[in-house]
């Protein structure tokens, strides 16, 4: 699937190039048609989502309204629903570009977990030794730290798909369990403060290693920086020759050998780049919130980070947006126990409704005359902009 | 951790039930109902840690003038921050009961700095003097109801092996384990028991493979210490040995497997603090108990219970209801050999020694 979104992009860049070249104003339809696709399928999808939900939510005797309205509410509604949002959001941009950067290869990986934890033990584990130093060399140190930790993770994992075709996937997700198992470890052995007793602990970091909050918000700088990592994701896989080529490894590995790209090298790379911006999550959780390592890194960004990068396909752009929605989401599940009574595993239902019909909307694509140029039955078009994926005339 | 307050409770004593200061409480108070946010780490019926919570909270939803809040499933990070600022801002909470540890510092304690109308009262005993008025902390003694778990585990053994699913090497997981043999070695110096930690608090996977494990090597009472007892009991049951609970009464789950049980008893706490904060006093800000203070009490005993087991375990109950009951006492070595307390010594429950226990006691199999 990913891997299809992949050459499609390819060939219609290839088809852009090799094929006479459509009018102007046709060109400019079918670009809006295509993009009115990416956007309409993924939020229709999300309507169908609410609209399924609402049945579950009726069934239980609640009123979907009344949910909708707490959702807006508790995520939306007002600068302290809003700022909750973003501030549930900001890890996750993060975690998703970990499942969006090695998706451009068509690989599959769900371990950005083990890395946010890594990510956040090594940032703590570097800033004990440093304690003392200047303020800038201490945060640059640890975020250095959290990036390697997080990089050589899951370039691993990238290393072991490139030369022994071990599978990204179930790698990833071992990779996580044995990186949350050796963190609880080394919390609870070699890093422990010994004045953490019923809480094990890493040494609580220097007052001038700790982040604050961006000015005027109470949301820490993890948003901003995430987002920078967003736009710089965007520009790497679609306005470099690198990312290019990384499309095209994506789409098919052994064009892309045949010309001489260096698959494994590019794999490793995406994927140890995922790890090292997912292992920043656990920098922030470890400088701006908990001021120290400690079990509570393990909350479950990665899995949601997954859920996100689906949502947005892939599109490190569109990742942003996703997040918010689902921290906003998040932000009022607590409101929606308190007044509709139902469990917190209600939120849930609905992440899983979402992420099922998302993925089944991704079978969508192409089948809509309306989206799809190549069915205008105009043959100039049909001409100048051939169905995706199409064999060169 | 909190050496400073622990000092100043030996300084004061063996009285279980301390107020340290009682600033008045939001003066307002009296005028509308007072809303009690109740925030869970996990699910609140998980027949555990959480459901023990949940319980206390049911019980304050019938007084007049108190209306409850809750939230499940609230991770230690800063989502319990925003948790208790929406049930300030949008519940108007004036009273939050945190439960579970990891949500102390820092969550509450930049909470309580931003609400300082507000009382917080944080379950695990961290607070110090240094920390806001306006927050506090709460714990129980339970190892007492492991002690009396391991007397009454200690007649219905067979084997002499008693077997113990443990969450994680700290102090009061450790103080439980020991509680449990001391209780089964008073009974009979010769049974052993075998320890399993999973490393997590909630994982029942393993919780499931720790029990088989434990059942294999000979074990046949099981008890353990994690946030949801129920794999581990239902576990035991299915394979035929013996269960003494733990948090909550999961008598349910093992029918007549299920010998007795440690619970905590969190209502007449929670009830103490809305009706001191009704009548406009603010809850101690360090507050311990145990059985006498009915913090914790045990399970009814299940049918397999003797009579002598009964006769045995009340008979060490009352002892205990007299306060100052040393679980831990000389002469006494650990598992590696070394000496904890020399003859004559012993640990009473408040004993600020077993806050920071990092030893299991001879007998135990396992290591911290």
């Known amino acids: ?393 | 951790m909190a050496h400073h307050s622990i000092s100043r409770r030996t300084l004061l004593g063996g009285t279980a039930v301390l107020g340290l200061s009682a600033l008045s409480a939001r003066g307002a108070l009296a005028a509308g109902p007072m809303t009690v946010g109740v925030i869970y780490v996990g699910p609140k019926d998980d027949y555990g840690y959480n459901q023990a919570h949940a319980k206390g909270a049911a019980a304050l939803k019938g007084l007049p003038g108190i209306e409850v809040v809750e939230e499940e499933n609230v991770r230690e990070t800063t989502d319990v921050q925003k948790t208790m600022e929406s049930m300030i801002n949008m519940d108007g909470a004036s009273l939050i009961l945190p439960t579970s540890f990891g949500y102390f510092d820092p969550h509450v304690l930049i909470e309580a700095k931003k609400n300082p109308k507000v009382q917080f009262r944080h379950c695990g005993g961290l607070w110090t003097e240094a920390n806001p008025k306006n927050a506090g902390s709460y714990f129980g003694y339970i190892a007492q109801g492991q002690y009396l778990n391991g007397i009454v585990a200690a007649h219905a053994t067979k084997s002499k092996k008693l077997g113990f699913v443990a969450a994680k090497p700290i102090p009061q997981v450790l103080n439980n384990i020991n509680g449990f043999l001391m209780g089964a070695r008073s009974v009979d110096p010769a049974i052993t028991c075998q320890v399993i930690f999973t490393g997590e608090w909630s994982l029942a996977v393993k919780e499931a493979e720790a029990t088989n494990a434990l059942i294999d090597g000979g074990a046949d009472v099981i008890t353990c210490h994690v946030d949801s007892p129920k794999v581990t009991v239902e576990t035991a049951a299915r394979r035929g040995a013996f269960v003494c609970g733990y948090h909550a009464d999961q008598s349910a789950l093992a029918k007549d497997k299920y010998l007795t049980g440690a619970e905590w008893d969190w209502a007449p706490i929670y009830k103490g603090f809305v009706t001191g904060m009704q009548a406009g006093k603010a809850p101690p800000n360090f507050l311990r108990g145990g059985l006498a203070d009915g913090f914790v009490k045990m399970s009814a005993y299940g049918p397999a219970v003797s009579e002598a087991a009964r006769k045995n375990a009340d008979a060490v109950k009352a002892e205990m209801m007299k306060g100052g009951f040393a679980i831990i006492r000389g002469p006494l070595k650990d598992n590696k050999g070394n000496e904890i307390a020399a003859a004559g010594k012993g640990l009473p429950e408040n004993a600020p020694e077993l806050e920071s226990t990092g030893y299991l006691v001879e007998g135990v199999r396992g290591s911290a």
């Open chain 1, 1 to 393: 699937m990913v891997a299809d979104t992949a050459t499609t992009d390819a060939a219609s860049a290839d088809s852009a190039v090799a094929a006479p070249r459509a009018p102007a104003g046709l060109q400019l339809r079918a670009w809006a048609a295509r993009r009115a696709e990416a956007a309409i399928i993924p939020l229709g999808a999300l309507a169908l989502g609410l609209g399924l939900f609402s049945l579950f939510l009726a069934s239980l005797g609640k009123s979907p309204a009344a949910f909708l309205d707490l959702v807006y509410r508790g995520g939306f509604g007002s600068s302290f629903a809003l700022q909750n949002s973003l501030q549930r959001a900001a890890p996750l941009l993060f975690a998703a570009l970990c499942v969006a950067l090695p998706a451009r290869l068509g690989l599959v990986v769900i371990g950005g977990e083990g890395a946010i934890v890594l990510g956040g033990l090594a940032a703590a584990a570097v800033a004990t030794p440093l304690s003392g130093a200047p303020r800038g060399v201490g945060i640059a140190l640890m975020a250095l730290a959290a990036l390697l930790a997080g990089a050589l993770w899951l370039g691993a994992v990238g290393a072991l798909r490139a030369w022994r075709g071990v599978n990204e996937t179930i790698a990833s997700l071992l990779m996580s369990y044995i990186a949350i198992a050796l963190a609880n470890h080394l919390i609870e052995g070699w890093l422990r403060d010994p004045g953490s007793l019923n809480k094990p602990s890493t040494r609580t970091l220097d007052e001038a290693f700790r982040i604050g909050p961006l000015p005027g918000l109470e949301v820490h700088w993890g948003l901003a920086v995430g987002l920078v990592a967003c736009l710089f994701a965007w520009v790497l896989t679609e306005r470099t020759t690198l990312g290019f080529a990384a499309r095209i490894a994506g789409g098919n590995v052994r064009a892309a050998q045949i010309q001489g790209l260096p698959v494994g090298r590019l794999i490793t790379g995406f994927t140890a780049l995922g790890g090292a911006l997912a292992a920043l999550a656990g920098f922030f959780e470890v400088a701006a919130v908990h001021g120290n390592a400690n079990g509570s890194l393990v909350a479950g960004y990665g899995y949601t980070g997954i859920l996100i990068a689906f949502l947005a396909r892939q599109n490190p752009l569109a990742i942003p947006p996703v997040a918010f929605l689902l921290g906003g989401i998040e932000a009022s599940s607590g409101l929606i126990q308190r007044r509709l009574h139902v469990p917190d595993a209600t939120i849930l239902v609905l992440e899983g409704l979402l992420f099922l019909l998302v993925l089944m909307g991704e079978t969508l694509y192409g089948r809509f005359k309306v989206f799809s140029p190549h069915l205008w039955g105009d043959k100039q078009a049909a001409a100048g902009l051939k169905p995706p994926g199409a064999p060169a005339p």
